[in-house]
């Protein structure tokens, strides 16, 4: 049964819009564990628009299942990892004009960059994903390099106009989950995975975990967040 990790991301944007102490993701990833959650991520940015160090340093002391650090491949962001030693570290492309995370790595334009911060991270005993589009040649280039995981992005498949793009999106997401497992890599999915969505792709196999944030957040907002994390969990589960 794949598992569900939640992203408290949006919980730290609440509170830096006041620039106070709550809503702190810290606790909210808390209620979250206790709700079902298999993990929790994070996204370090380097503008620290959202999370902290001092969130990411509690959380690595607080979290019970895994932790998950999504970080942009700089040699900030790897120094910061190696400290803190998270779980896992997913790497992902970073604009600092950007709303959230858009498309995932270009692994063929940065192979250098991302192999070296595979390696140092692997040194450091933590497993490394790779955030990227549902494309084989990403795929295969991202294996070759040594990854632990890819994290295939769903963007395109959440944000599709109409049926028909929505299907021809699902199937590149199913054939690169193929491909990955194939090559011998653990396989995680997200980005735009809502209440509406998930079904779809949770009921296609293969993928180990699926990282989901905004909508959970959302919903949380409206009904708790306690109920949003169960609600999510079932949704997988029985898919």
């Known amino acids: 049964m794949a598992k569900l990790a939640v992203n408290v991301d949006h919980v730290a944007t609440i509170r830096q819009a006041r620039g106070g102490k709550e809503p702190d993701p810290v606790a909210a990833a808390a209620i979250a564990e206790l709700a079902g959650a298999d993990g929790i991520i994070v996204h370090l940015r380097e503008d620290r628009r959202h999370i902290q160090d001092r969130d990411l340093k509690l959380l690595r002391h607080t979290v019970k299942t895994r932790l998950n650090l999504e970080m942009a491949a700089t040699d900030e962001m790897i120094a910061m990892a190696i400290a803190v030693k998270p779980d896992m570290c997913t790497l992902v492309p970073e604009k600092r004009q950007e709303l959230t995370t858009e498309g995932g790595l270009d692994v063929r334009m940065n192979q250098q960059i991302i192999e070296k911060a595979i390696e140092s991270l692997q040194e450091a005993g933590i497993a490394v994903s790779l955030f990227i589009d549902p494309d084989p040649d990403q795929i295969k280039i991202s294996n070759k390099i040594g990854a632990d995981y890819v994290e295939i992005h769903t963007g395109a498949f959440s944000e599709a106009a109409d ?47 699926f990282n989901i944030g905004h909508s959970i957040i959302s919903r949380a907002v409206l009904t708790g967040l306690d109920r949003a994390v169960r609600d999510m969990v079932d949704l997988i589960k029985y898919a």
């Open 163 to 209: 049926w028909k793009s929505e299907n021809q999106e699902l199937i590149k997401v199913e054939n690169a989950v193929k491909l990955a497992a194939k090559l011998g890599m653990g396989v995680n999915a997200g980005h735009g995975l809502n209440y509406s969505n998930i079904k779809k792709v949770a009921a296609l196999g293969g993928i180990e975990e």
